[in-house]
Protein backbone atom coordinates (compact mmCIF):
# COMPACT_ATOMS: atom_id res chain seq x y z
CA UNK A 1 0.00 0.00 0.00
CA UNK A 2 2.71 2.35 0.77
CA UNK A 3 4.12 1.46 -2.57
CA UNK A 4 0.98 2.79 -4.27
CA UNK A 5 0.97 5.46 -2.43
CA UNK A 6 4.27 6.92 -3.43
CA UNK A 7 3.33 6.18 -6.93
CA UNK A 8 0.18 8.50 -6.59
CA UNK A 9 1.97 11.05 -5.24
CA UNK A 10 4.75 10.86 -7.97
CA UNK A 11 2.09 11.12 -10.43
CA UNK A 12 0.41 14.56 -8.54
CA UNK A 13 4.03 15.98 -9.13
CA UNK A 14 4.60 15.35 -12.36
CA UNK A 15 0.90 16.41 -13.62
CA UNK A 16 1.47 19.56 -11.40
CA UNK A 17 4.64 20.26 -12.68
CA UNK A 18 2.84 19.41 -16.39
CA UNK A 19 -0.16 21.86 -15.39
CA UNK A 20 2.49 24.62 -14.73
CA UNK A 21 4.85 24.51 -18.06
CA UNK A 22 0.97 24.47 -20.12
CA UNK A 23 -0.14 27.44 -18.18
CA UNK A 24 2.86 29.12 -18.76
CA UNK A 25 2.92 28.30 -22.58
CA UNK A 26 -0.79 29.86 -22.74
CA UNK A 27 0.59 32.76 -21.35
CA UNK A 28 3.01 33.17 -24.24
CA UNK A 29 1.00 32.04 -26.61
CA UNK A 30 -1.78 34.78 -25.62
CA UNK A 31 1.06 37.64 -25.52
CA UNK A 32 2.02 36.45 -29.39
CA UNK A 33 -1.47 35.72 -30.45
CA UNK A 34 -2.37 39.32 -29.66
CA UNK A 35 0.40 40.80 -32.09
CA UNK A 36 -0.36 38.28 -34.45
CA UNK A 37 -4.15 39.20 -34.57
CA UNK A 38 -3.69 42.81 -35.10
CA UNK A 39 -1.29 42.08 -37.99
CA UNK A 40 -3.52 40.16 -39.87
CA UNK A 41 -6.88 42.38 -38.61
CA UNK A 42 -5.03 45.36 -40.37
CA UNK A 43 -3.98 44.09 -43.33
CA UNK A 44 -6.88 41.69 -44.24
CA UNK A 45 -9.03 44.23 -45.49
CA UNK A 46 -6.44 46.26 -47.54
CA UNK A 47 -5.14 42.59 -49.04
CA UNK A 48 -8.38 41.55 -49.83
CA UNK A 49 -9.95 44.65 -51.32
CA UNK A 50 -6.71 44.80 -53.70
CA UNK A 51 -6.93 41.31 -54.16
CA UNK A 52 -10.19 41.88 -56.15
CA UNK A 53 -9.03 44.97 -58.05
CA UNK A 54 -6.30 42.53 -58.98
CA UNK A 55 -8.30 40.03 -60.43
CA UNK A 56 -10.53 42.70 -62.24
CA UNK A 57 -7.90 44.47 -63.43
CA UNK A 58 -6.68 41.11 -64.76
CA UNK A 59 -9.68 40.03 -65.96
CA UNK A 60 -10.38 43.23 -68.12
CA UNK A 61 -7.67 44.70 -69.29
CA UNK A 62 -5.53 43.36 -72.51
CA UNK A 63 -3.24 40.86 -72.79
CA UNK A 64 1.08 41.70 -72.87
CA UNK A 65 3.66 41.03 -71.37
CA UNK A 66 2.62 43.56 -68.09
CA UNK A 67 0.06 40.63 -67.66
CA UNK A 68 2.45 38.09 -67.61
CA UNK A 69 1.05 36.45 -64.39
CA UNK A 70 -2.22 36.44 -65.42
CA UNK A 71 -0.82 33.77 -68.02
CA UNK A 72 -2.32 30.55 -67.48
CA UNK A 73 -0.35 27.78 -69.37
CA UNK A 74 -0.65 23.81 -69.92
CA UNK A 75 -0.08 22.56 -65.94
CA UNK A 76 2.90 20.35 -66.10
CA UNK A 77 5.27 22.06 -63.60
CA UNK A 78 3.89 22.99 -60.15
CA UNK A 79 4.56 24.96 -56.71
CA UNK A 80 3.43 24.36 -53.49
CA UNK A 81 3.89 26.94 -50.74
CA UNK A 82 2.80 24.84 -47.88
CA UNK A 83 3.15 27.22 -44.74
CA UNK A 84 3.08 25.82 -41.09
CA UNK A 85 4.73 25.89 -37.56
CA UNK A 86 7.57 24.79 -37.11
CA UNK A 87 6.84 24.15 -33.37
CA UNK A 88 3.93 21.62 -32.45
CA UNK A 89 2.05 21.97 -29.42
CA UNK A 90 -1.08 23.51 -31.36
CA UNK A 91 -3.78 20.90 -31.22
CA UNK A 92 -4.69 19.65 -35.12
CA UNK A 93 -3.25 23.29 -36.54
CA UNK A 94 -0.18 21.73 -38.51
CA UNK A 95 -2.04 18.28 -39.69
CA UNK A 96 -5.01 20.27 -41.01
CA UNK A 97 -2.85 22.03 -43.50
CA UNK A 98 -0.88 19.07 -44.48
CA UNK A 99 -3.95 17.29 -44.79
CA UNK A 100 -5.25 20.09 -47.43
CA UNK A 101 -2.60 19.87 -49.28
CA UNK A 102 -1.82 16.56 -49.36
CA UNK A 103 -5.98 16.29 -50.52
CA UNK A 104 -4.55 18.80 -53.43
CA UNK A 105 -1.73 16.89 -54.61
CA UNK A 106 -3.96 13.46 -55.04
CA UNK A 107 -6.63 15.26 -56.68
CA UNK A 108 -5.18 17.69 -59.35
CA UNK A 109 -1.49 16.91 -59.22
CA UNK A 110 -0.49 13.32 -59.02
CA UNK A 111 0.36 13.44 -62.60
CA UNK A 112 2.69 16.38 -61.80
CA UNK A 113 3.92 14.20 -59.04
CA UNK A 114 4.69 10.74 -60.60
CA UNK A 115 6.70 12.69 -63.63
CA UNK A 116 8.49 14.37 -61.11
CA UNK A 117 7.55 17.79 -61.73
CA UNK A 118 5.98 18.64 -58.45
CA UNK A 119 8.17 21.54 -55.88
CA UNK A 120 7.28 22.05 -52.56
CA UNK A 121 8.50 25.16 -50.90
CA UNK A 122 8.32 24.54 -47.36
CA UNK A 123 7.77 27.63 -44.38
CA UNK A 124 7.68 26.08 -41.70
CA UNK A 125 9.18 22.57 -40.38
CA UNK A 126 6.04 20.62 -39.65
CA UNK A 127 4.87 20.78 -43.95
CA UNK A 128 7.75 19.43 -44.53
CA UNK A 129 7.92 16.64 -42.04
CA UNK A 130 4.00 15.60 -43.63
CA UNK A 131 5.05 15.99 -46.81
CA UNK A 132 8.42 14.20 -47.24
CA UNK A 133 7.72 10.83 -46.56
CA UNK A 134 4.74 10.39 -48.60
CA UNK A 135 5.89 12.32 -51.46
CA UNK A 136 9.46 11.55 -51.69
CA UNK A 137 9.73 12.08 -55.29
CA UNK A 138 9.30 16.06 -55.01
CA UNK A 139 11.71 17.80 -54.89
CA UNK A 140 11.80 20.52 -51.72
CA UNK A 141 12.47 23.54 -50.79
CA UNK A 142 13.64 24.41 -47.28
CA UNK A 143 15.60 27.25 -47.58
CA UNK A 144 12.59 29.65 -46.37
CA UNK A 145 11.71 27.34 -43.41
CA UNK A 146 12.36 29.78 -40.34
CA UNK A 147 10.88 32.37 -42.46
CA UNK A 148 8.43 33.06 -39.65
CA UNK A 149 11.08 34.19 -37.35
CA UNK A 150 11.76 37.25 -39.93
CA UNK A 151 8.17 38.14 -40.67
CA UNK A 152 8.37 41.45 -41.96
CA UNK A 153 6.86 42.23 -45.19
CA UNK A 154 10.68 43.39 -46.80
CA UNK A 155 11.80 39.87 -46.35
CA UNK A 156 8.26 37.82 -47.08
CA UNK A 157 8.81 40.07 -50.10
CA UNK A 158 12.26 39.07 -51.28
CA UNK A 159 10.60 34.79 -51.12
CA UNK A 160 7.76 36.11 -53.11
CA UNK A 161 9.19 37.87 -55.98
CA UNK A 162 11.76 34.72 -56.15
CA UNK A 163 8.42 32.74 -56.59
CA UNK A 164 6.97 35.65 -59.00
CA UNK A 165 9.94 35.76 -61.06
CA UNK A 166 10.48 31.99 -61.19
CA UNK A 167 6.77 31.25 -62.40
CA UNK A 168 7.27 34.57 -65.45
CA UNK A 169 10.71 32.73 -66.66
CA UNK A 170 8.20 29.38 -66.89
CA UNK A 171 9.89 27.61 -64.49
CA UNK A 172 6.33 26.93 -63.00
CA UNK A 173 3.59 26.60 -64.51
CA UNK A 174 0.79 26.79 -61.62
CA UNK A 175 1.80 28.04 -57.79
CA UNK A 176 -0.72 27.16 -55.34
CA UNK A 177 -0.39 28.26 -51.66
CA UNK A 178 -1.25 25.62 -48.45
CA UNK A 179 -1.99 27.84 -45.04
CA UNK A 180 -4.50 28.30 -42.05
CA UNK A 181 -7.04 30.92 -42.43
CA UNK A 182 -7.78 33.13 -39.38
CA UNK A 183 -10.91 33.64 -38.03
CA UNK A 184 -10.67 33.73 -34.64
CA UNK A 185 -8.38 32.12 -31.51
CA UNK A 186 -10.53 28.48 -31.29
CA UNK A 187 -11.53 28.84 -35.03
CA UNK A 188 -8.65 28.49 -38.20
CA UNK A 189 -9.31 26.81 -41.52
CA UNK A 190 -6.91 25.39 -43.94
CA UNK A 191 -7.37 26.18 -47.24
CA UNK A 192 -5.19 26.05 -50.99
CA UNK A 193 -5.38 28.59 -52.81
CA UNK A 194 -4.01 29.20 -56.23
CA UNK A 195 -1.25 32.15 -56.26
CA UNK A 196 -0.60 31.69 -59.85
CA UNK A 197 -1.70 32.22 -62.53
CA UNK A 198 -3.69 34.91 -61.22
CA UNK A 199 -6.75 33.11 -60.72
CA UNK A 200 -9.96 34.82 -62.80
CA UNK A 201 -12.34 36.87 -61.01
CA UNK A 202 -15.81 35.14 -60.52
CA UNK A 203 -18.79 36.24 -62.27
CA UNK A 204 -21.54 37.37 -59.65
CA UNK A 205 -24.01 38.25 -62.62
CA UNK A 206 -25.35 36.72 -66.04
CA UNK A 207 -24.06 39.57 -67.64
CA UNK A 208 -20.38 40.42 -67.04
CA UNK A 209 -20.02 43.64 -66.99
CA UNK A 210 -15.85 45.52 -67.91
CA UNK A 211 -14.46 47.93 -65.24
CA UNK A 212 -13.57 50.90 -66.39
CA UNK A 213 -10.31 52.02 -65.50
CA UNK A 214 -8.11 55.41 -66.31
CA UNK A 215 -4.61 54.67 -65.92
CA UNK A 216 -2.25 57.74 -65.00
CA UNK A 217 0.81 57.50 -66.37
CA UNK A 218 0.32 54.46 -68.92
CA UNK A 219 -1.24 51.45 -68.25
CA UNK A 220 2.11 49.26 -68.76
CA UNK A 221 3.88 51.71 -66.69
CA UNK A 222 1.47 51.52 -63.90
CA UNK A 223 0.68 47.82 -63.40
CA UNK A 224 4.59 46.78 -63.62
CA UNK A 225 4.75 48.12 -60.27
CA UNK A 226 1.06 47.71 -59.37
CA UNK A 227 0.39 44.11 -59.83
CA UNK A 228 3.92 42.85 -58.50
CA UNK A 229 3.07 44.90 -55.34
CA UNK A 230 -0.53 43.17 -54.88
CA UNK A 231 0.54 39.37 -55.26
CA UNK A 232 3.34 40.17 -52.74
CA UNK A 233 0.99 41.54 -50.26
CA UNK A 234 -1.55 38.78 -50.81
CA UNK A 235 1.49 36.57 -50.21
CA UNK A 236 2.32 38.02 -47.02
CA UNK A 237 -1.05 37.97 -46.00
CA UNK A 238 -0.75 34.13 -46.32
CA UNK A 239 2.00 34.16 -43.88
CA UNK A 240 -0.01 36.46 -41.61
CA UNK A 241 -3.06 34.44 -41.02
CA UNK A 242 -1.19 31.53 -40.37
CA UNK A 243 0.96 33.26 -38.04
CA UNK A 244 -2.26 34.04 -35.93
CA UNK A 245 -3.48 30.37 -36.65
CA UNK A 246 -0.32 29.02 -35.38
CA UNK A 247 -1.30 30.95 -32.05
CA UNK A 248 -4.49 31.10 -31.90
CA UNK A 249 -4.44 27.25 -31.75
CA UNK A 250 -1.78 26.93 -29.46
CA UNK A 251 -3.35 29.07 -26.77
CA UNK A 252 -6.43 26.98 -27.55
CA UNK A 253 -4.53 23.94 -27.18
CA UNK A 254 -2.58 24.65 -23.85
CA UNK A 255 -5.97 26.02 -22.33
CA UNK A 256 -7.25 23.00 -22.44
CA UNK A 257 -4.26 21.29 -21.44
CA UNK A 258 -4.46 22.66 -18.42
CA UNK A 259 -8.03 22.24 -17.68
CA UNK A 260 -7.30 18.95 -18.27
CA UNK A 261 -4.40 18.69 -16.26
CA UNK A 262 -6.83 20.02 -13.03
CA UNK A 263 -9.46 17.21 -14.12
CA UNK A 264 -6.75 14.93 -13.49
CA UNK A 265 -5.13 16.34 -10.19
CA UNK A 266 -8.92 16.23 -8.65
CA UNK A 267 -9.31 11.98 -9.43
CA UNK A 268 -5.37 11.61 -8.50
CA UNK A 269 -6.12 13.45 -5.25
CA UNK A 270 -9.36 11.28 -5.14
CA UNK A 271 -7.45 7.93 -5.21
CA UNK A 272 -4.81 9.08 -3.11
CA UNK A 273 -6.80 10.08 -0.44
CA UNK A 274 -9.19 6.52 -0.87
CA UNK A 275 -5.57 4.84 -0.60
CA UNK A 276 -4.63 6.97 2.05
CA UNK A 277 -7.50 5.85 4.06
CA UNK A 278 -7.09 1.91 3.46
CA UNK A 279 -3.54 2.29 4.59
CA UNK A 280 -4.92 3.55 7.62
CA UNK A 281 -7.79 1.51 8.37
CA UNK A 282 -5.21 -1.58 7.43
CA UNK A 283 -3.00 -0.41 10.29
CA UNK A 284 -6.11 -0.37 13.02
CA UNK A 285 -6.89 -3.79 11.64
CA UNK A 286 -3.46 -4.82 12.71
CA UNK A 287 -2.99 -2.98 16.05
CA UNK A 288 -6.82 -4.22 16.75
CA UNK A 289 -5.64 -7.71 15.59
CA UNK A 290 -2.38 -7.77 18.01
CA UNK A 291 -3.91 -6.23 20.82
CA UNK A 292 -6.57 -9.03 20.94
CA UNK A 293 -3.96 -11.92 20.40
CA UNK A 294 -2.16 -10.74 23.20
CA UNK A 295 -4.81 -10.42 25.83
CA UNK A 296 -5.69 -13.81 24.29
Known amino acids: MGANLKEVRERIKSVISTQQITKAMKMVSAAKFRKAQQAIVQVRPYADRLNRMLKNIAANT ?18 LVIVTSTRGLCGAFNTNVVKSAIATIDAKYSQ ?14 KGFDGLRRRYPKANF ?28 NKEYDEIVVAYSRFKNAAMQFAEVEQFLPIPKQ ?22 ETLIPNIL ?54 EIVAGAAALEG
Open 62 to 79: DGGSNLVYNQEREVKKVL
Open 112 to 125: VYKEGNLSVLCIGK
Open 141 to 168: NVENMDLFLKLTFENVALVSQEIMNQFA
Open 202 to 223: EETTQKKSKADYIFEPDQETLL
Open 232 to 285: QLQFHKYLLDTHASEHGARMTSMDKATENAEELLKALKINYNKARQESITKELL
